[in-house]
């Protein structure tokens, strides 16, 4: 699987989970503050895990 595949699993399902939250309730706020938090983290994870992984291949 490719990179690009996982960036964009990953954020669907985060947004997924976002939108099912406020869908049950969850205050606005909240969500967008998490949701913010958790989109740019999982994606700085995911761009210092590739650099790892390149950096072994080499």
């Not at 699987?1 to 309730?25: D, E, F, Q």
């Not at 999982?42 to 291949?57: D, E, G, R, V």
Request: proline share 3%; charged share 10%; with cysteine.
């Amino acid at each position: 699987m490719t990179p690009k595949t996982k960036a964009i699993l990953i954020n669907c399902s985060i947004v997924a989970a976002l939108i099912y939250r406020y869908w049950t309730g969850s205050p606005l706020f909240i969500l967008i503050t998490v949701g913010i938090f958790l989109l740019v983290f999982a994606n700085l994870l995911m761009m210092f895990a590739a650099k790892q992984q390149s950096k072994k291949i080499r």
